[in-house]
């Protein structure tokens, strides 16, 4: 059974530190891996799409690394701000059950 | 184009009522799933749907109830409301099972079952 898994639950920076989110999974015969952002009372903004293929992918000031065989991913944020204050959530896409199983995410928040 | 659009935003039901949480998507997306998130548990799968007239279990799919009768729309039956089942309940849709296609959510229906 595909579990997913987030460290650390909660994150407090101070504005403009650069910051790593990890996040963890135990099937590697996944499709992709999404990275999502939530905003309290929100729903799921998609932030990055990994391919099981590719090694990483870059938005912005955002970048997603995948490493398929030890079953990790980090989300990069660089110069952080504010707004970037949110619960990050990762979740892995395919293996045995083909469906999205999510991480219990982070929970970010970046001090002015 | 709305994306995934959910009704109601809030509700609130008594023991036993039953209800049906709306959600539509505009994209002419072939997968539809519903979520619910509690605290510390993370998002959980209850139903999903690979197209019109297919749907399949999740995770927690027990007092729930689920149709796709068109591409669009993709209901969700609380057969007899119980206050387990207060959350946040998300619908999800994508493309289709490719590896290039991104999850999209709806906006999620806050659940309070007394």
């Known amino acids: 059974k595909q579990e997913v898994t987030q460290i650390p639950a909660a994150l407090s920076v101070p504005e403009g530190e650069n910051l790593v989110l990890n996040c963890s999974f135990t099937?590697?015969?996944?499709?992709?891996l999404q990275w999502f952002r939530q905003d309290p009372g929100k729903g799921l903004t998609s932030l990055l799409l990994i391919q099981s293929s590719q090694r990483e992918q870059t938005s912005g000031r955002l970048n997603a690394s995948l490493d398929k065989s030890s079953g990790r991913s980090t989300l990069y944020i660089a110069a952080s701000q504010p707004g970037d204050s949110a619960t990050y959530l990762c979740?892995?896409?395919?293996?045995?059950?083909?469906?999205?199983?999510f991480g219990t995410g982070t929970l970010l928040a970046v001090q002015p | 184009n709305a994306g995934v659009t959910q009704t109601p935003k809030f509700q609130v039901l008594k023991t036993g009522q039953s209800m049906t949480l709306q959600c539509a998507q505009d994209?002419?997306?072939?997968?539809m799933s519903w979520y619910r998130q509690d605290p510390g548990m993370g998002l959980r799968l209850i139903h999903y749907s690979v197209g019109a007239g297919i749907t399949d279990q999740g995770e927690v799919p027990n007092g729930y109830n689920v149709s796709r009768s068109t591409t669009e729309d993709f209901p969700l039956r609380l057969l007899s409301a119980a206050p387990s089942q207060t959350s946040v309940y998300f619908c999800?849709?994508?493309?289709?099972?490719?590896?290039?296609?991104?999850?999209?959510f709806g906006p999620g229906t806050r659940l309070t079952v007394l």
């Open positions: 999800a849709s994508r493309r289709g099972g490719h590896s290039t296609d991104t999850q999209y």
């Open positions: 994209m002419n997306h072939e997968y």
């Open positions: 099937d590697s015969a996944i499709y992709n």
């Open positions: 979740a892995v896409y395919g293996g045995a059950t083909n469906k999205l199983i």
